[in-house]
């Protein structure tokens, strides 16, 4: 699984439909009509997040690694 920085990933779960509730912090906040999920994103600059952290939100926002490209 390829690296990526939480400002990207906040980049692809919008284009596949979810939306920025808030900011918390370091913290953004992704909502989707329909899905009882919440996804909560670090945004550190252009840290890469750690590959847990990624899985887990992908996971959450039912993403593919074919998604992340």
Known sequence: ???ISGKMLCKIVERNGWELKRITGSHHIYVKEGV????????????DLPKGTLKSIMKDAELTEEDLS
Do not use: E, F, K, W
């Not at 994103?41 to 840290?47: D, G, R, T």
């Open 1 to 3: 699984m390829r690296a």
């Open 36 to 47: 009882d999920a919440i996804l909560s994103i670090p945004v550190h600059s252009n840290q």
